[in-house]
Nanobody
Framework: QVQLVESGGGLVQAGGSLRLSCAAS????????MGWFRQAPGNEREFVTT????????FYADSVKGRFTISRDNAKNTVYLQMNALKPEDTAVYYCAASASTATMRAMSVARWGQGTQVTVSS
């Protein structure tokens, strides 16, 4: 029953960058995979990226490959999403998530969701 709190969202021009953070609290460190999803108004929530608990395996949606980078700092109980070369179609609420593994994360079997943070990319 860990709590996940996202931060770092905001408004940015196309081509710009943002870094999102997700801080975990409420229990001792675990070996859960972490990840990010996003949801635009009227759209389904979609998988963006995930990282294994060791940080040695990462997976990305095709739409963000080469532009987004996920990382984690287990000493700080924090996962990050570095977003570069942002496009208007990246506009969405971004949700941090915890899952048993990167495989279950990609299947959208999520144990805990954050509350979401808004990212808006202007053209």
């Amino acid at each position: 029953q860990v709590q996940l709190v996202e931060s770092g969202g905001g408004l940015v021009q196309a081509g710009g960058s943002l870094r999102l953070s997700c801080a975990a609290s409420g229990r001792p460190s675990s070996t859960l995979a972490m990840g990010w999803f996003r949801q635009a108004p009227g759209n389904e929530r979609e998988f963006v990226t995930t990282i294994s608990w060791r940080g040695d395996n990462t997976f990305y949606a095709d739409s963000v490959k080469g532009r987004f980078t996920i990382s984690r700092d287990n000493a700080k109980n924090t996962v990050y999403l570095q977003m570069n070369a942002l496009k208007p179609e990246d506009t969405a609420v971004y949700y941090c998530a915890a899952s048993a593994s990167t495989a279950t994360m990609r299947a959208m079997s999520v144990a805990r969701w954050g509350q979401g943070t808004q990212v808006t990319v202007s053209s």
